[in-house]
């Protein structure tokens, strides 16, 4: 099965994570880098008393490739689906994190005469901090890993690692809701 008809099937099975009625909603605006380029984005996740909880992360990095072309309009896009894991200690919460989801890039030459983007199914993986002043509001502090996958072409869940990859650090505000 193609990797863009797994996706949804990840998606699905990671919304079966079970997630406590108490569940703390956790939504978090960031700033940061991917490949010395700024990044931005925001992520929404839900994580109750208990270790686990579920993530949803959008980012988005203008100018991503710009050591391709300079005079390119480009961008990286990413929207992940992922299990965080996360024990409470007090006012701060340490976490892990581990997801699929799209990775999309879009590079446009000068006058949009040239134009190339492309839909991967990607991995991410990191870890973090977040840090809490009170009952509803805090910063948190993020590093991930993420990486392309390609398909392998043989079987439902053949796939390889792509040879796209790269880091993010973030810094954001976070709201308990």
Known sequence: MPLHRLAPLVLVLSLLVPVSASADGLFSPYIGSAMSQTTWGFSLAGMGRELVGFEFDLGYTPDFFVDEEPES????????????I?????????????????????????SDLIEFSRNDLGINLGGGLYGFFGETFGIRGDVR???????????????????FSFWRTSVGVVFRF
């Not at 309009?73 to 299990?83: E, K, P, R």
């Not at 996360?86 to 000068?110: C, D, K, N, Q, T």
């Open 73 to 84: 309009d480009n961008n990286l896009l990413t929207l992940m689906g992922s299990v965080i």
């Open 86 to 110: 996360g024990a409470p200690a007090g006012p701060v919460r340490p976490y892990v994190v581990g997801g699929m989801g799209l990775m999309r890039s879009r590079i446009a030459g000068p």
């Open 145 to 163: 890993y993420l990486r392309s996958l390609s398909d392998g072409g043989e079987g439902i869940l053949d796939f390889d690692l792509g040879d």
